[in-house]
């Protein structure tokens, strides 16, 4: 399997960042860390061995980008203000959207993209996908949280509105989003048991309530673990269960 390492200076956020790359074609993927974690992540829990996504690349159905996060700078360094955490974040979007999506692009001419992510990697893949749906074929969001507010005890400004994927789409009134909105692949899979699965059903539920269809896919018992996550990605890689 064709495995690459890269990192360098990111002008959007001002610090060095790594990524690591899994596969040599099919359709992009781009994966984030749970809360606070790395982007050799993935790797470690397994993720690609042959019980996972393993066939899947060496077939060349995927090519697979998994990204670091800023969590500790951003939504988890609660000594900030919660805007300036917001901004922080907003800095990430900006640096996957305008540094590593190109990276993917000229390394891969596959115009199909999916994002994904696991607990708070899942919200990270729905701010994405969410906020630049024109870029985003499908999301899989597992045992995801959508809602940043909690993060924020509540404030909102523009920094925190515009990365809260339970807010602003509910008030999405442009067309043309709307619209890509609406051709998006989206799967929102928690866990029945699972603390968050208020989450997964409230941004399910906003989401139909603007016309923009979604699976939601409740699993037995809680969930919230990488064997689950696993076994999520098997059935829902491909859209479908």
Same mark, same amino acid.
């Given at each position: 399997?064709n495995r690459?390492?890269h990192?360098?200076w990111s002008?959007?956020?001002? /610090?060095?960042?790594? *990524? *690591?790359?899994?596969?040599?074609s099919?359709?992009r ?6 809360? $606070?974690g790395r ?8 993720m690609?061995g ?5 066939y899947? @690349? ?6 697979v +980008?998994?990204?670091d ?18 901004w922080?974040?907003?800095? +990430?979007?900006?640096y996957?959207?305008n540094?590593?999506? #190109? !990276?993917?692009?000229? %390394?891969?001419?596959n115009?199909?993209?999916?994002? &994904?992510g696991?607990s708070?990697g899942? +919200?990270?893949?729905?701010?994405l996908a969410f %906020?630049f749906p ?5 999301i899989i969001?597992?045992?995801g949280?959508?809602?940043?507010? $909690?993060f ?6 523009d =920094?925190?509105?515009?990365n809260?994927?339970?807010?602003? @789409?509910q008030?999405e009134?442009? #067309?043309g /989003? !709307?619209?890509?909105?609406? $051709?998006?692949? @989206?799967? &929102?899979?928690?866990g029945?048991?699972?603390? &968050?699965?208020?989450?997964?059903e /409230?941004?399910?539920?906003v989401l139909w309530? %603007?016309?923009?269809? =979604?699976?939601?896919? &409740? ?10 996550w696993?076994r999520? *990605?098997? *059935?829902?890689?491909g859209?479908?269960?």
């Amino acid at each position: 399997m064709n495995r690459e390492y890269h990192k360098w200076w990111s002008p959007s956020l001002g /610090r060095e960042m790594e *990524l *690591l790359i899994f596969g040599h074609s099919g359709a992009r993927v781009l994966v984030f860390p749970t809360s $606070r974690g790395r982007f050799f992540e993935w790797e470690d829990r397994g993720m690609f061995g042959p019980d996972g996504l393993g066939y899947h @690349i060496a077939q060349g159905w995927l090519q697979v +980008y998994c990204v670091d996060s800023v969590d500790g700078e951003s939504w988890y360094n609660y000594a900030a203000h919660p805007g300036h955490r917001g901004w922080r974040h907003t800095q +990430y979007m900006n640096y996957v959207v305008n540094e590593v999506l #190109p !990276l993917t692009r000229a %390394k891969n001419s596959n115009p199909f993209l999916i994002v &994904l992510g696991a607990s708070f990697g899942a +919200y990270h893949a729905a701010c994405l996908a969410f %906020k630049f749906p024109h870029l985003v074929g499908r999301i899989i969001g597992m045992s995801g949280m959508y809602d940043i507010k $909690r993060f924020t005890g509540g404030y909102s400004d523009d =920094n925190v509105y515009f990365n809260n994927p339970m807010d602003f @789409i509910q008030h999405e009134h442009d #067309p043309g /989003r !709307l619209e890509a909105l609406r $051709r998006m692949d @989206i799967i &929102l899979a928690t866990g029945k048991d699972d603390a &968050l699965r208020h989450e997964s059903e /409230r941004m399910s539920a906003v989401l139909w309530n %603007k016309g923009i269809g =979604n699976a939601l896919r &409740l699993w037995d018992g809680w969930s919230h673990d990488w064997p689950y996550w696993k076994r999520m *990605l098997h *059935l829902y890689i491909g859209g479908h269960d």
